[in-house]
Every structure is written in structure tokens, then in C-alpha cells.
């Protein structure tokens, strides 16, 4: 399958993370995991899954040159994630697969197997991975979840733009992003009946991202990960930590 690929590394001017500043570098998708950068890794893992285009949304100047010495197109970021998406599904049309320059342990499998599992009607669809399987797969990580009648699912920070028609799902994105801690606010859209099937536990993932979907007029689908490890990004310093001990103990 042929797709283009852009990884979301930019930030907020004046603004440096928590963990780079701990790592002594610029931005996270600098900081060097088992010899190699964070946006290394990541250019690596989509590549190798059959990206032809590789992009990045970065705009701090280490980033850039870095990206520059890949051989990775640079597109100016946005004011968040969904509008940077937007700007680089503008740029670089679909399908397109969205990642992140913090998914230090992504493997190409993981993005073989999201695309293959990617419903063939669907305009847009998100990879999550349900709780059981991020704790099988690493004991003690804390994550935030999303809860609903079929257990509790974690974002694995890696989306698919399928069709032109997944422009349309930016807005619906953009109040999602706003309220990801607050997921009954998110449901809360869809109406009062819907509302009250999440809040009694009755309401699935797929129908609450096929009810995000409605709201958008496009088809939105989500995929379960087969390997919980895909919910693991960088936030913070433990984050990094157990991805070094994973990434260790495979080498």
C-alpha cells in the first residue's frame, strides 16, 4: 500500500517540554533513545511500512535541520495537532498517515497491520489499544483512557486520512483535542441519548467514533492495536525511561 506519512513535532513558541529540558535538548523529537533520535526512530518505523513521502510539522530550528539531514519534507506547524493535520493534509493530499515524533517504540508491523485493519469504506479512522492489552504488555504504565461498554481504550497516536473527505473531520478533531480528558463532553455531542448510554456504560467505541464521524459527514472507523505497546509515547520522564528499558531489553 502506498500512503504519505507526516510526523506532528511541533511546539509552542518560547515553550520547551518538561522531558527535553531534562534530556538537555531543544525539543523531544531530539532526544536519543538507544543511539538514534525520537524522529529518527519514527521517520524509520514509516518508511520502513511503505511510506513514499515522509514529512514533518516542526517549526524549532534543531528539529528542522535535523529533519533536513533525513531527507524529510518540513511543513510549518499549526496552532495544535488537528490544524497541523490540516495543514499537512493540504499539503500533501491522501491517504495520509498521521504520527507523532514522541512514539519512540513504533514498529512498522504495527503500521502495517493499522492500515490492513483500516475498514475499506472508511474516510478517516484512529488506532487504540484496549487497557487489557497495554498492561499485558507493560505492567504499571499509567495512561488515560477513554471508557465505554467494551472496555477502556487508550489513543495510540496514529491516525489514517484515507480520502479527501476526511477534511471534513477537522472540527469534530479540534473539540476532541479540547476535551480529551473529559470524554462525556465529547459524547455529550452527539445528543442526550447518547449521552445517557455513555454515562450507563452501554455506549462502544465504534459507535461513539462512528457517531464523531456523523457529526462530520464522513466515515470514521476505529482499529483495536494488536500490541498494547502501541499506546506508549513520551510524556514525561517515566515514559522515557520505560521506553529505553523496552527498547533495551529487545536489543
Not at 523529537?29 to 511510506?51: F, N, S
Not at 464522513?218 to 510524556?235: E, F, I, S, T, Y
Request: hydrophobic fraction near 50%.
Amino acid at each position: 500500500m502506498t500512503f504519505t506519512a507526516v510526523i506532528l513535532a511541533g511546539s509552542r513558541d518560547g515553550m520547551v517540554d518538561a522531558v527535553a529540558l531534562a534530556e538537555g535538548v531543544a525539543h523531544k523529537a531530539l532526544i536519543v533513545v538507544d543511539g538514534r533520535t525520537m524522529l529518527e526512530r519514527v521517520a524509520d518505523a514509516v518508511g520502513h511500512a511503505g511510506a513514499d513521502t515522509v514529512a514533518v510539522s516542526a517549526n524549532d530550528p534543531a528539529v528542522i535541520a535535523l529533519a533536513t539531514r533525513l531527507g524529510l519534507r518540513v511543513l510549518p506547524p499549526a496552532a495544535g495537532p488537528s490544524d497541523s493535520v490540516a495543514t499537512a493534509l493540504a499539503a500533501l493530499g491522501t491517504p495520509l498517515l498521521v504520527t507523532t515524533a514522541d512514539h519512540a517504540l513504533l514498529e512498522p508491523e504495527w503500521i502495517s497491520d493499522f492500515l490492513r485493519d483500516v475498514p475499506a469504506d472508511a474516510d478517516i479512522a484512529v488506532l487504540l489499544a484496549e487497557r487489557g492489552r497495554i498492561e499485558a504488555a507493560m505492567r504499571d504504565t499509567r495512561r488515560t483512557y477513554l471508557r465505554f461498554a467494551d472496555g477502556a481504550w487508550s489513543g495510540c497516536n496514529l491516525f489514517y486520512l484515507a480520502t479527501p473527505d476526511a477534511a471534513r473531520a477537522i472540527g469534530v478533531w479540534r473539540a476532541v483535542e479540547a476535551d480529551r480528558k473529559r470524554p462525556w463532553r465529547i459524547v455529550r455531542r452527539f445528543g442526550v441519548g447518547t449521552l445517557l448510554r455513555y454515562l450507563v456504560g452501554r455506549l462502544t467505541l465504534a459507535d461513539a467514533v462512528g457517531r464523531l464521524g456523523q457529526t462530520a459527514n464522513v466515515r470514521a472507523a476505529a482499529v483495536a492495536a494488536r500490541d498494547g505497546l502501541a499506546a506508549v509515547d513520551v510524556d514525561k520522564a517515566s515514559d522515557l525511561a520505560d521506553v529505553r528499558a523496552i527498547i533495551a531489553s529487545r536489543r
